[in-house]
């Protein structure tokens, strides 16, 4: 049964910070634009502020919907799902405040030394209404890991800002992240304002010196290929014994029929 509550409970809180992914939606005050959805993961990332106020990391991406959909009318959802343990369904409904790189609401929340690679902003959600349902129908998963590649490569693209001699934003001729932001995440698909100032921000990216190298996300990546190069050096094995007993009865027709 739906249950609502005007803020987030403690228990609700608790069980928020045990979930490993999370979908935020926010849709453009025209009726013929574009409605999003993105999954966030990443351990870390989502934090209760209090009852009525929360805010996540906001990792760089190919897109800026939910960026520019808050900029222009602040509405979004959060949903979380329950994929082990008891069923359940939480939404957090809420205003939602967008802060970039490089802005003092920004810096405050994120010290340089704490941010992963890659954060291009901060979304913070002033709670207003939260929604719990059943979710009997969403099915049970495994949590295997949390992927790094995203982490990875901006860690990459950072660092290519970083020893540049451009220092006031991005340059055309370096290839970093800022670049990225510029070319990728001023508009949304919309035409809607995304970024308008963490491209040309001057502050300098702190690069972890203990760089997060991308590794396979689980075991399964490695048993696949382990299982594939087992059944190619099976099936050529297969191959040349059929080969040879053909051969050899071919060998053996012949002789008997001289």
């Known amino acids: 049964m739906v249950q609502y509550y005007d803020e987030i409970s403690p ?5 928020i910070e045990r979930q490993h992914v999370f979908w935020v939606a926010t849709a453009p005050l025209s009726g013929d634009g574009h409605v999003n959805v993105s999954p966030k993961g990443g351990e870390g990332m ?27 009318n602040g509405r979004i959802t959060v949903m ?26 920004f810096n405050a929340l994120v010290p340089p030394e704490s941010r992963k690679p890659g954060t291009r902003a901060i979304i913070l959600v002033d709670v207003h209404k939260v ?4 979710g009997y129908a969403v099915p049970f998963f495994d949590f295997k890991s949390h ?10 693209k950072e660092a290519l800002d970083v020893n540049s001699d451009a220092h006031t934003g991005f340059s055309a001729l370096v290839d970093g992240l800022k670049r990225y932001w510029a070319t990728k995440n001023l508009k949304s698909i919309d035409g809607l304002t995304g970024l308008t100032c963490a491209p040309y921000a001057e502050d300098d990216f702190a690069v972890n010196k203990e760089a997060i190298a991308y590794k396979p996300d689980n075991e399964k990546v490695k048993n696949q290929r382990a299982y594939f190069t087992g059944a190619v050096v099976q099936g050529g094995l297969n191959i040349m014994i059929g080969f ?3 051969v ?8 008997k029929s001289h």
Not at 11 to 15: E, I, N
Not at 131 to 134: E, F, H, L
């Open 248 to 255: 050899a009865a071919a060998s053996f027709y012949l002789r």
């Open 147 to 156: 992927r790094n590649r995203l982490f990875t490569w901006a860690a990459k």
């Open 244 to 246: 040879s007993l053909g």
């Open 80 to 105: 979380f799902n329950a994929f082990e343990g008891p069923p359940r369904i939480l939404r957090l409904y809420g205003r939602g405040t967008v802060y970039e790189f490089s802005t003092p609401e």
């Open 131 to 134: 929604g719990t349902s059943c």
């Open 46 to 72: 989502f934090h209760i502020v209090n009852p009525r106020q929360v805010w996540y990391e906001d990792l760089t991406g190919s897109g800026v919907e939910t960026v520019s959909h808050l900029r222009e």
């Open 11 to 15: 228990s609700l809180g608790k069980w």
